[in-house]
């Protein structure tokens, strides 16, 4: 966190970058798809709005959702201060673009992305801002090769930002995006930040611009990739039992559903990340030596995918299907 004359000019630039931002990405998984974003421009009573994106019922995605808000309000809520209580009672601004792309194909992985940057302010002291966000992957049938590309692109996302950057986001982004009911990680990581301030506000902007724009690098080729490998009603159930998992997350853990609860945003826009489809199934677990279980033997559990690592401990080497 920050505290710095950060004006009205940054603020919009900040705004400007996230609109773009949110256009670039809505375009390429169109034209990718073949279907069109429905949008929803909305007001929020409180202060600000936004546009909610979403695309349901495509050929290539079954459901995902690209949003775009800017909200403020006379009060941080409670989970904007859980760990900063010093900003309680605060003022406070927050824009950013979150999505989430749940494709048809359960060989082709679901993607999460973030980008924000929130202000807190207090009369008579100095505005605190900070940006966060990230992106990662989660897959149903995993393949190193996708693994490796999703990680080499988030660690030349961090390069020019100090080599020990990519390390410590990957490593966040592990231990926030676990499942602790469950005992495992929702995926195979990737970056996550918050409360960055690093180098002060043209530097902080610029990381997380460059975080922004690497996630269309990092997923449209696995998308590419995947979404026509043939599949049966065996992946298709494992998949949206894998889903209910995103969902559980989702409704108990992720910081930005609670945030956007917690403040009165749009709940259909909040939500938007939840699958059009998904299943739980009372005590379910993988069939030893199946596909399924090898989610959960070599991709479920936090690893070094790049620089590329040899096996861990008590591991054969192979290809992963790649």
Known sequence: MASSGVGVAQTEAVKAYLMDLQDRICAALAAEDGGSFR????ARAEGGGGRSRVLEGGAVIEK??????????????????????????????????????HPRNPH?????????????????QEPVWWFGGGFDLTPYYGQDE??????RVAA???????????PRLKQWCDEYFFIRHRDEPRGVGGLFFDDWSQGGFDTAFAFMRSVGDAYLPAYLPIL????DTPYGEREREFQLIRRGRYVEFNLVYDRGTLFGLQTGGRTESILMSLPAQVSWRYDWR????????????????????WPQAGPA??????????
């Open 313 to 322: 401990a008590g591991e054969t080497a192979d290809a992963g299907g790649a």
């Open 146 to 151: 996708d693994c490796l590309h999703w990680h």
């Open 108 to 124: 082709a992985p679901t993607s999460h992305a973030n980008v924000r940057f929130f202000i807190a302010e207090a009369e008579g």
């Open 64 to 101: 995902g959702g690209v949003n775009f808000s800017h909200v403020m309000g006379g009060r941080l809520p409670a989970s904007a201060t859980a760990h900063r209580p010093e900003l309680a009672g605060r003022s406070f601004q927050a824009m950013g673009v979150s999505l989430v792309i």
């Open 224 to 227: 590419r990739r995947r979404k």
């Open 286 to 305: 993988p069939e030893p030596g199946s596909a399924e279980e090898r989610l959960y033997t070599r991709y479920l559990k936090p690893r070094q995918w």
């Open 39 to 42: 949008e929803d421009v909305w």
């Open 156 to 166: 030349e996302a961090c390069a020019l930002f100090g080599g020990e950057v990519y």
